[in-house]
Structure formats: structure tokens, C-alpha cells
């Protein structure tokens, strides 16, 4: 059972360059969010999506995009990296109210370095 | 808005000692509330979650009740082991128009020492 998955899992970027963070589940979710960690401050939500197609801004949304093409994946966009986007990323997904009450399921982070 | 306070860490413990990590919340509805554990190197996962008021959430030895009166979501454990050392997330989860939305409190970290 695979649940979600995040690639890659370790990255060093210089500033100003770019990358893609990718997360896929297979648990048929229809809600899936994008999470950064960073020490004393828990996770701080980035961007989420209600639905193929459909992205919503978060807590902590500057200097990131997102995507939703498909109903499994959501990709993480960081246009002209940042030494304060060196962070721990994590990707989650829930299911819909009524068949479930907010349980998040995570996958295992991607740590990112920005020199 | 909606906030999660949990008590800051670290929490160092000899195996088979007590455990009591805070949380108390605020919200503006009746959200669910949650224990998710992080183990060094992983995601997190969930650990515990109670929906309403008095309800007990319980799992792997750990247990919480949500307690409306008090706006707070304890959780304990009666007997630690060292396999428990690991960092520990209040959240609280409330539906909106935009789908559930979830605070995490700054998280707790747990070390256990044989």
C-alpha cells in the first residue's frame, strides 16, 4: 500500500533556480495539501486542492505554486528558490466531509536545502 | 481563527514513566481533534482522534478525551517506552466552505531514556 508518495525525497538548489515537488496518492482523495515544516513552528499550510483542477491559497503561500491536473497528483512549484524556502516539505490528502472527519495522511517529506 | 497550544519541549522520560503532553485549542465551531506522532525521519501519522465532546480517543497505549469545558486535548500514556521517543502534533481539523482545514500545534518532542 503505497498511500502518498513524494519525489524527491532530499534536494540542495542554488538561490534563484527552480524545481518541482511531486506527490501522488492512490487512496482515490479528493483533497490534497501541501505542508512545510520548520523547527518550533509545527507545519504551516502552503496550498491545498478541493478537487481536479481546483487550487486554493494557504497560510504560507508566497513564492509557491501549484498544480492539479489529475486527481492523484499534486505538484509543488518553487519558481526562484530561496534560502527561506529551505524547509521540510510534506504532502497530505483527506478524504471528503462525510466519509471522513479531517484525517490527514502524509507522506514522508521532502527536505529541501536552498544555498 | 482557530489555534492549537501544546506544551513545548523537549520531554525527557525514563521508561515506564508517566506521560502527559498539553493541548489545549480554540475554535470557532466543533472541530475533531487529533494526536499525530512524527518518528525521526518520517511523515507524520495518526495517532489518536476524538470527533465530539467526551469522546476518548485511544491507541498503542496513548489516550486523550476531548474535553469541551476545558477546550483541551491531553494526551497520555501510563507507560513509556523507549520506542516512544518521537515528536508529538496537536491538530485540530474544522470544515469550511473550502473543505477541512487543519491547525497543528508547534509539536512536542518526547524523548524517552532506558
Known amino acids: 500500500n503505497a498511500g502518498v508518495t513524494q519525489t524527491p525525497k532530499f534536494r540542495v538548489l542554488k538561490t534563484g533556480q527552480s524545481m518541482t515537488l511531486l506527490c501522488a496518492q492512490d487512496?482515490?482523495?479528493?483533497?490534497m495539501y501541501w505542508y512545510r515544516q520548520d523547527p518550533g513552528m509545527g507545519l504551516r499550510l502552503i496550498h491545498y486542492?478541493?478537487?481536479?483542477?481546483?487550487?486554493a491559497k494557504g497560510e504560507v503561500p508566497d513564492g509557491y505554486n501549484v498544480s492539479r491536473l489529475k486527481k492523484q497528483n499534486f505538484l509543488l512549484g518553487l519558481e526562484s528558490a530561496a534560502p527561506s524556502q529551505t524547509s521540510v516539505y510534506f504532502c497530505?490528502?483527506?478524504?471528503?466531509?462525510?466519509?471522513?472527519?479531517?484525517?490527514?495522511?502524509f507522506g514522508e517529506g521532502s527536505r529541501l536545502t536552498v544555498l | 481563527g482557530n489555534s492549537v497550544t501544546q506544551m513545548e519541549g523537549p520531554v525527557t522520560l525514563s521508561e515506564e514513566a508517566f506521560l502527559t503532553i498539553n493541548c489545549t485549542y480554540t475554535?470557532?465551531?466543533?472541530?475533531?481533534l487529533f494526536w499525530y506522532v512524527q518518528y525521526p525521519g518520517e511523515g507524520l501519522q495518526l495517532l489518536l482522534k476524538?470527533?465530539?465532546?467526551?469522546d476518548k480517543g485511544s491507541n498503542k497505549g496513548f489516550e486523550a478525551t476531548y474535553r469541551k469545558e476545558t477546550t483541551s486535548f491531553h494526551l497520555e500514556k501510563g507507560s513509556v517506552q523507549v520506542s516512544d521517543s518521537a515528536v508529538y502534533f496537536c491538530?485540530?481539523?474544522?470544515?469550511?466552505?473550502?473543505?477541512?482545514?487543519?491547525?497543528f500545534g508547534a509539536g512536542t518532542r518526547l524523548f524517552v531514556k532506558a
Open positions: 497530505a490528502s483527506s478524504q471528503l466531509p462525510g466519509q471522513g472527519v479531517g484525517e490527514l495522511f
Open positions: 491538530a485540530l481539523s474544522d470544515q469550511d466552505t473550502g473543505g477541512f482545514k487543519t491547525i
Open positions: 475554535a470557532t465551531g466543533y472541530p475533531s
Open positions: 487512496m482515490n482523495h479528493e483533497y
Open positions: 486542492s478541493v478537487g481536479e483542477g481546483t487550487t
Open positions: 476524538a470527533t465530539k465532546a467526551d
